[in-house]
């Protein structure tokens, strides 16, 4: 999985308002460019991004297009985060057991 796209795509902050707008709700790009501050143009670049990161997927409704998100490629985000949560907790409960036997 590319991880690196992940992060990257989220990495913009209109991407990000994209994003967060199709995971609280199914939309099309007029939808999506209506609450925005940027064109219908831009809103589809960043959905193209998104698209290819794994974040969203597309289905189509008659002529429109509603974007969604993913939620494998939230969950391989979220699995990819949470193995380095449970390192970075497992070393802190060392360095605490260290100090014990000391």
Not at 14 to 31: K, M
Not at 35 to 41: K, Y
């Amino acid at each position: 999985m590319a991880y690196d796209n992940m992060f990257s795509a989220l990495g913009d902050s209109t991407r990000r308002q994209v994003f967060e707008a199709v995971a609280e709700c199914p939309r099309a790009v007029g939808d999506l460019a209506a609450d925005l501050p940027v064109s219908r143009p831009a809103v589809s670049q960043h959905l193209k991004v998104l698209s290819d990161a794994g974040l969203v997927v597309c289905r189509a409704e008659g002529t429109r297009r509603i974007y969604a998100a993913r939620p494998e490629g939230l969950a391989d985000l979220r699995a990819w985060l949470e193995r380095y949560w449970s390192d970075a907790l497992e070393s802190f409960a060392a360095e605490v057991n260290k100090g014990r036997d000391a």
